[in-house]
């Protein structure tokens, strides 16, 4: 890189590296929105797979096994389906296995950035001091609160569609009164030409 600066310089091309840094620029602005992106995307299905754990919890309780089962079984059942956080439930899982709850409980709220995912995980680790009557009330709520959550988003991204459907007639719209105003002036112009001449 160095050898290219020195010959920008010797050529007198000064503008060539500063189209280079900037085109550098740009790209690393791409990659940083492209890596948003992925975040949100990952942390969105992630949301959704702890929407279905959560149905699968509740179907373990209400056919009455909830009450037999203990953290360690209920991880090792998510832990066995497929999905974005089937990892994150094998390392929860082994790290249980040796006694360290903590640290089990801060991978997945380290891996999870949302609310939600940090609930969730505190919720697996108490899964065997919580009543079971009460579990199915929690986790009821947890599920209704991330409907809401998922419901809230939907509604976002379907008024700013709306928005961008309803631009172009409130366009028209404009254009056809900035051209009533026009041959309005335009024609109360001509009679006062006429009326003069």
Do not use: C
């Not at 790209?27 to 992925?38: P, S």
């Not at 309780?61 to 360690?72: H, Y």
């Not at 956080?85 to 082994?94: G, K, N, P, W």
């Amino acid at each position: 890189m160095l050898y290219r600066e020195k010959t920008y310089l010797k050529r007198g091309t000064i503008r060539d590296l500063r189209k280079s840094v900037q085109e550098w620029s740009l790209n690393g602005n791409w990659n940083r929105r492209l890596g948003a992106w992925k975040r949100r995307r990952k942390e969105q299905l992630a949301d959704k797979e702890i929407y279905e754990a959560i149905s699968f919890l509740r179907n373990i309780i209400s056919i009455d096994r909830g009450k037999q089962v203990g953290t360690d079984f209920i991880i090792e059942q998510l832990a066995d389906r497929d999905g974005v956080l089937q990892e994150v439930y094998i390392r929860m899982l082994s790290l249980l296995r040796v006694n360290k709850r903590e640290e089990a409980q801060k991978i997945m709220a380290d891996h999870l950035e949302t609310p939600v995912g940090k609930e969730f995980a505190g919720l697996l680790l108490r899964w065997d001091e919580v009543n079971p009557l009460e579990l199915s009330e929690i986790l009821l709520s947890h599920q209704r609160s991330i409907k809401e959550i998922r419901m809230t988003q939907q509604r976002k991204k379907d008024e700013i569609i709306s928005d961008m459907l309803y631009f172009p007639v409130i366009i028209n719209v404009v254009f056809i009164f900035i051209n009533f105003i026009y041959v309005g002036y335009f024609i109360n112009q001509k009679e006062v030409l006429q009326m003069l001449f």
